[in-house]
């Protein structure tokens, strides 16, 4: 069980510092921007590294008032940060139980 959580641990970490640190846009998103005087959406791929500044010039953000994921984006946001770490964990559960 202590593998089990320390694979589930070790696996979110690093799949996370990835996710967050290298700019890889993968989650869906929506970007609203304001360029001239009136606000319009665009649906584009979006990295969750730019969610703690990471990834982008601040050039760029000039006509930009905000970004979010979309409903889908989430999903896939949990997926990867939770389910995948989850599918090793248990995969290392279920290997030391049948061991025993």
Same mark, same amino acid.
């Given at each position: 069980? !202590?593998?089990?959580?320390?694979?589930?641990? @070790? *696996?979110?970490?690093i799949?996370g +510092?990835?996710?967050?640190?290298?700019?890889?846009?993968?989650f869906?998103?929506?970007?609203v921007e304001?360029?001239?005087?009136?606000? !319009?959406t665009?649906s584009?791929?979006l990295? @969750? *590294?730019y969610?703690?500044?990471? +990834?982008?010039?601040?050039?760029?953000?000039d006509n930009i008032?905000?970004f979010?994921?979309?409903?889908e984006?989430?999903a896939?946001?949990f997926?990867?940060l939770?389910?995948?770490?989850?599918?090793i964990a248990?995969?290392?559960?279920?290997?030391?139980?049948?061991?025993?």
């Amino acid at each position: 069980m !202590k593998n089990s959580i320390l694979a589930f641990v @070790l *696996s979110f970490i690093i799949i996370g +510092g990835v996710l967050f640190l290298l700019p890889i846009n993968l989650f869906s998103g929506e970007i609203v921007e304001n360029s001239t005087g009136t606000s !319009k959406t665009i649906s584009a791929p979006l990295s @969750l *590294s730019y969610f703690i500044g990471v +990834g982008f010039q601040e050039s760029e953000m000039d006509n930009i008032e905000s970004f979010y994921l979309t409903g889908e984006g989430y999903a896939m946001a949990f997926c990867f940060l939770f389910g995948i770490p989850f599918l090793i964990a248990l995969r290392v559960y279920l290997n030391s139980k049948k061991k025993l």
